[in-house]
Structures are given as structure tokens and as C-alpha cells.
């Protein structure tokens, strides 16, 4: 190493394969000492503006914030915070397209600003020398500095490395055409980037320092020799002007010889590289104490009237910096976000300002006119000569095109750098960095979803884990029990005769068990049957009832009918109090009968309970006396019948003597119908109530009683048809 330090002083320097000479085109905008741009009214702060997560929303629509003030905290590894530009208002957090190739949409903040720009109480450092390497680390991640060349790595992680370093290379080249912004910057703050350059030596100790700066800027080389006057371990370095000579990897190889192995970072190497924009960012936040809320920006392009580079506070939208500087739209309209080479098209002016926008580019058609129709591959091979990684792009093309990812990570896919000089020299117009970056966002997305599945396998495997130790512990723990209680068996006797007591008693009342329930299940049969007959008899009666109602009503309607064609007025109340007599005689009739039901339920107990309180041999006792309830409850039924009928020829006969002949046989018929009506009526309320009595009593009575109460519904049935054919003698 000692000899590379030499080699590396003595002024040698190595070279990168492949690379381009575009034109520069610088001379629009490096003429301009570097300006202040008007504060917009509104400031779009996306959440995520570097290479990680972001970081925890502190804020809440409403809140009113300062200049400075932390809108966002870390809390996890790869975050960092985001500030508030200028004092205002968020009035809005919302989805809002971002800084990105994608066109895609974010998490931002959205301030209102009042104009004012007051800031937070700053906590400057007088002496960093003081702090810790700890505290100075926490005060770049507190501040959001990340790296400004393009890249916006987390500073703090590069800082936080615990290799040791050889080299510390600071950026200043700035390779791309058009971009001009860290040449102003050299220009005019280099003392203070050498301050910051100081605090990241103070971190990292390294043997050397080399600030690399391309050879077509000898201003800002002359302003940086003489900031760095007196700094043994300072090196400034013009290197030749080759595109891309900025990239980190090539111009690590430009000054060491070394290169960076596929798949690691330059500290493997102990190499660590900054930016010159990033130093001055650090020096602010550790001497002034203020976090990264601005940077500069090189507004240029023949559509610009007024181009040059503008210190522009992050958030600011893109047509908000054009309006301020004099932007001619051309159609079509063509703005890019970055250098020609790698930057991409704006596709939305809302888009804002973030911490990797160094340019915005609003080029004529004749200046740089856009790309024409993709033609077909011819296998020239001029991508692989202009290539800085030594890859083979046509291969890395047809992978790519083909979605083959596999085969293009084979190619090395992961170490292009995205420079874009294999597109600028593609003769048949094909952009490739478009198919490798389409290639590379693929790849990640199918790798986060593979980690996902990974660690979701993990946790259900070790959930199986936990449970089946959980279930051994179970089964070890009832095992000891078992032994346990075995043992404690074996020495006392008493408790093996009360185990045998205890299982003869289980074994008992399952034989008492059995025994009971082939009984019941015998009842049951006996209890189905009975119900069944039941059912139907039910069945019959209230079809029958049905019939007798039907025939009833059209009865009832035909005498009204006639009564009201041929009765008198004054004949209406004698007929009313009668009525209301016959209804009296009916009610009576039917409590009698109910009451005799009544008794009957009493008599009858359930199946359940005569179980339980009637001993076996009080069963026919039960059954006697329910039949005489029952045929109580016929006679008086039949009772109340034949006095209505009675009642009812008196009053016919009586007043036939009353009426002249014509006009009492229609009243006569009329009564007599309404009479039978009334009579009907009763006679079926009584067999209504009769029948329910032997319902109740079938459920309650074993089979054996069934031949009794046949004949009792034989007899009722044969007491209906009598009081039937009297009545219809009577109509006669």
C-alpha cells in the first residue's frame, strides 16, 4: 500500500476501458456565479429521497413548521429524515408524482409557506474536534445528508464502516454534458468544502485524501489548490476528460488502479468516495447545524432564456424553477431531470426537487433532438467497445428484451452503471439502459417477494417448532404426573381400595344406565304409537269441523237474508232477545263441559310423572276415573243439546199461535235454522272438549287402554249422527 500512496503522489494515474467524449456543452451555464431562486408558494417534500426505506412521518396535516424542523425520523437501518424547507403549513400528505425514471407517485408533504423562512433554533459545532465519532455520525444522519452526486447513498452508512481506509477520494468531477453545478460550487465555497472534506478525514482516517477534478475545469481546480494549502494529506487531481469518468468505480480505478470486485463496494478495497456537494452539506450541518434543505441546481438548455445555476430549496416544483428562469416550452416539449446521457424525462412539471436533482435540462430540437424509431441489432459491437464495466450489452439486450433475467445476471446485468454510453453509441437508435434498468427492477421485485416467502417459511416453520415442544412438554408433564401419582399408590393401600370403590361405582351406574334406557326406549315405542293415532284422529275431527262450519255459514247467510225480505221491524227485538237467550244456554253448556275437561286434566298426570309419584298398581284406577270424567263430560254436552232443541220447538210452536200462517212458517223456518246453527255450534264445542280429554288421556294411558276408547268415540260419534237426524226431521 505504501507504494500505491507513493505512486498515487508522484501524480501517476491509471485509465478504465471504454468511455465517450460527448459534447460538453458547459459553456451555457458555468459563466454565472450561482443565485437564489424566489421561494414557491408551495414546497412537495417526497418522504424517501435517497437509496434505503424512509423514515417515520412525524408531522400531520395542520401542523404549522419552521425552516430546518425534522419532518420525518429514523427508526430503522438505510432511513433518513427529510426537513422542511421553509416555515409555512402542511396542508396536504398525499401520493405526488417523485424524482424518479418510473414517473411513479410517493409519500409526500406538501407546505404551504408564509414567506417568511424562519428557522428552527440551530445547534451549531465551533469544534467537531471535540465530538465523538459517534456523535458526529448521528448529527449527518440527523441532518439527512445523503450523497449528492446522483446516487443519494446515506452518508452516515459509509461513515459508520469499521474497515480501514487507504484512500478517501472526494468527486469533483462531474463527467455528464450540460451539468455544471459542483464546478459553481468549487468555484465559489471551496474553503468550506475543504472543512467538510476535514470532518470526514476526522471520521475515517484515512492515509490519503485525493479531490479528483476533470481537467476542463481550471478554475475550479486553481480555487481548490489554494483552499488546500498547507494540507499535506491533501491531494488535488485534474484527470482526463472522458465520459464517465465521474462514475464511482471508474474513477476509483483512474486513481488507485484497483477495481471494485462484482458484487462489493469500494471499502473492500479501502477506498471510500464523497462528493464535493455532500462535504459541503456536511459542513453545514456539523458547523452551522443545519440540516440539508437546499442545493444547487444547473437550470440550462437553448429553451432557457436566463440559464445557470440556482441554489433551490428541495420540494420546489419543476415548473416553478422554468417560470423563474425564462423557459420557452418547444413542441414538442422535451425536458429532462439530469444530464443528456443519464438522466430521464420529465413527465409531469409538478415533479419536485430532490436531494439527487442536480440539473434540468430543457434542450432545443435541433440540439438535442430526440431519439429516432428502435431499429434491429446489427452486431456491430460499438456498445462493447464504448462500455466502462467491461460488459457485453448486446448479450445483456436480448436477456433482457426476453425477460431471461436469469441469463442476464449471468452477464454481469447487476454492475452496469447505467452510464448510457452504449445507447450514444448505438447506431441503430435501440436504448438500452431503458431495457437494463426495466431488467433491474424486475430482478428486485422478484427478489423482495422471494425474502418475503423465505422469512413467512421461517416463521411457520418455527411455529411447528414451538408447538410441537410445547405439545412433548405436555406429554412429559402428564407422564410425571402419572408416575407421580403411581407412586404415591404404591405406598399407601387406603388409596388403592378407594380407586376400586370408585371405578365399582362408575361401573354400576352404567349398568343402571343401560337398564333405564331399554325401558325408556320401550316407552318411547308405545309413546310414538299413541301419538300417531292421535294425530290422525285430530286429522278427521277437524276436517269434519270444517265441513259443519262451511255448511253453518251459508245456513246462517240464507235465513239473515230471509228475515230481513220477510220478518217486521217489530218482530226484530223478540228475535234478538231469544237469540241471546238460546247463546246463554249454549255457554252454559259449553262451561259444564269444560269444566268437566278441567277435572279430567287433573286426573290425568303426564308419562313422566306417573313414573315417578303413582306406584304400577294405581294405573287402572287412573284410567277408570278419566273415563268416567269423560263420559260426564258427554252427557252433559248431550244434555245441553237436547234442552236447546226442546227450547227450540216451544218457541216455534209458540209463535206459529202468534203469526198468521203465511208469514210465521217463513219466520219459523228462519228461527229453527238459526237455532240449529246455535246447536250445532255447542254440540261441537262439547265434542271439541270431549275429544281433547281423550287426547290428554291417550298421551298420558299406556296401549292397553285403547279398545275403551274406541267405544267411547263410537258412541259419540253415534250420539251425533241422532242429534243430526233430528234436526234434519225438524227442517222437514
Keep these: 500500500m505504501e507504494s500505491l500512496i507513493e505512486k498515487i503522489k508522484s501524480g501517476y494515474l491509471w485509465d478504465f476501458p471504454g468511455g465517450v467524449h460527448p459534447p460538453e456543452r458547459k459553456e451555457l451555464s458555468n459563466y454565472q456565479t450561482i443565485s437564489n431562486l424566489a421561494l414557491p408558494e408551495k414546497l412537495y417534500v417526497t418522504v424517501k429521497q435517497h437509496i434505503g426505506q424512509p423514515a417515520h412521518l412525524l408531522v400531520k396535516v395542520g401542523d404549522k413548521v419552521k425552516a430546518g424542523q425534522a419532518l420525518s425520523q429514523v427508526q430503522g437501518p438505510m432511513e433518513l429524515p427529510v426537513h422542511a424547507p421553509s416555515s409555512g403549513e402542511v396542508v396536504e400528505i398525499k401520493s405526488h408524482p417523485i424524482a424518479h425514471a418510473s414517473g411513479l407517485e410517493a409519500e409526500t408533504v406538501v407546505i404551504q409557506t408564509d414567506g417568511l423562512d424562519n428557522w428552527i433554533d440551530k445547534q451549531p459545532v465551533a469544534n467537531y474536534h471535540e465530538l465523538s465519532k459517534v456523535e458526529i455520525v448521528d448529527k449527518l444522519k440527523a441532518a439527512g445528508i445523503a450523497g449528492l452526486g446522483g446516487a443519494a447513498f446515506p452518508t452516515y452508512v459509509k461513515h459508520n464502516n469499521s474497515q480501514p481506509v487507504d484512500v478517501l477520494i472526494i468527486n469533483g468531477v462531474e463527467c455528464e454534458p450540460y451539468i455544471t453545478a459542483d464546478d459553481r460550487l468549487m468555484q465559489e465555497h471551496a474553503a468550506e468544502i475543504i472543512c467538510g472534506i476535514e470532518i470526514f478525514t476526522h471520521l475515517l482516517k484515512p492515509k490519503m485524501v485525493v479531490i479528483a477534478i476533470e481537467n476542463n475545469k481550471p478554475a475550479a481546480i486553481a480555487a481548490m489548490e489554494q483552499a488546500c494549502e498547507g494540507k499535506t494529506q491533501f491531494i488535488v487531481r485534474a484527470i482526463p476528460t472522458k465520459y464517465p469518468a465521474g462514475g464511482e468505480k471508474q474513477l476509483i480505478q483512474v486513481i488507485t488502479g484497483k477495481e471494485v470486485p462484482s458484487g462489493g463496494i469500494p471499502s473492500d478495497i479501502g477506498v471510500v468516495t464523497q462528493n464535493v456537494g455532500t462535504a459541503y ?82 434542450p432545443s430540437k435541433q440540439e438535442l433532438p430526440l431519439p429516432e424509431e428502435e431499429q434491429n441489432c446489427i452486431r456491430c459491437g460499438y456498445c462493447v467497445d464504448a462500455c466502462p464495466a467491461n460488459l457485453l450489452p448486446q448479450q445483456l439486450y436480448w436477456h433482457t428484451k426476453a425477460k431471461e433475467y436469469d441469463k442476464a445476471q449471468e452477464y ?8 448510457g454510453a452504449c445507447a450514444y453509441v448505438c447506431p441503430s437508435e435501440i436504448p438500452l439502459v431503458q431495457y437494463y434498468r426495466i431488467a433491474k427492477a424486475e430482478i428486485k421485485a422478484e427478489r423482495i417477494e422471494h425474502e418475503k416467502a423465505e422469512k413467512a417459511k421461517e416463521r411457520f416453520n418455527a411455529r411447528n417448532e414451538r408447538l410441537e415442544k410445547e405439545k412433548q412438554a405436555r406429554l412429559d408433564k402428564h407422564k410425571q404426573a402419572a408416575e407421580a401419582r403411581k407412586a404415591a399408590m404404591e405406598k399407601d393401600q387406603g388409596a388403592k381400595d378407594k380407586v376400586a370403590e370408585a371405578l365399582a361405582r362408575v361401573q354400576a351406574k352404567k349398568q343402571q344406565a343401560a337398564s333405564s334406557g331399554n325401558s325408556n326406549a320401550d316407552n318411547s315405542k308405545n309413546d310414538t304409537k299413541s301419538a300417531a293415532q292421535a294425530a290422525i284422529e285430530r286429522a278427521k275431527a277437524r276436517k269434519a269441523a270444517q265441513a259443519v262450519e262451511k255448511a253453518q255459514t251459508a245456513d246462517i247467510q240464507q235465513t239473515a237474508s230471509a228475515e230481513q225480505a220477510e220478518a217486521p221491524a217489530e218482530n226484530d227485538a223478540k228475535a234478538k232477545a231469544k237469540a241471546a237467550i238460546e247463546r246463554a244456554k249454549a255457554r252454559k253448556a259449553a262451561q259444564a263441559a269444560e269444566k268437566a275437561q278441567t277435572a279430567d286434566a287433573k286426573t290425568t298426570a303426564s308419562p313422566e310423572q306417573a313414573e315417578v309419584a303413582i306406584p304400577a298398581e294405581n294405573d287402572a284406577k287412573a284410567k277408570a276415573k278419566a273415563a268416567i270424567e269423560r263420559a260426564k263430560a258427554r252427557k252433559a254436552a248431550q244434555a245441553a243439546e237436547k234442552a236447546q232443541t226442546a227450547d227450540t220447538e216451544q218457541t216455534a210452536s209458540a209463535k206459529q199461535a202468534e203469526a198468521p200462517p203465511a208469514e210465521n212458517d217463513a219466520k219459523a223456518k228462519a228461527r229453527a235454522a238459526i237455532e240449529r246453527a246455535k246447536a250445532r255450534k255447542a254440540a261441537e264445542a262439547a265434542e271439541k272438549l270431549a275429544q281433547e280429554s281423550t287426547e290428554q288421556t291417550e298421551t298420558s294411558s299406556p296401549p292397553a287402554n285403547e279398545q275403551s276408547d274406541k267405544d267411547a268415540r263410537i258412541k259419540a260419534a253415534i250420539a251425533k249422527a241422532k242429534a243430526k237426524r233430528k234436526q234434519l226431521g225438524e227442517d222437514q
Design 412 to 419: 454481469k446485468l447487476a454492475d452496469c452503471i447505467e452510464c
Design 281 to 362: 452539506a456536511a459542513y453545514k450541518a456539523i458547523v452551522h447545524g443545519e440540516p440539508l434543505v437546499e442545493r444547487v441546481v444547473t437550470v440550462t438548455g437553448e429553451q432557457v432564456s436566463q440559464p445557470g445555476n440556482y441554489w433551490v430549496k428541495l420540494g420546489t416544483p419543476v415548473e416553478f424553477i422554468l417560470a423563474q428562469t425564462g423557459y420557452q416550452a418547444a413542441k414538442p416539449e422535451h425536458l429532462i431531470m439530469g444530464g443528456p446521457m443519464m438522466g430521464f424525462n420529465i413527465p409531469n412539471k409538478q415533479v419536485p426537487v430532490s436531494k439527487i436533482t442536480n440539473c434540468i435540462l430543457a
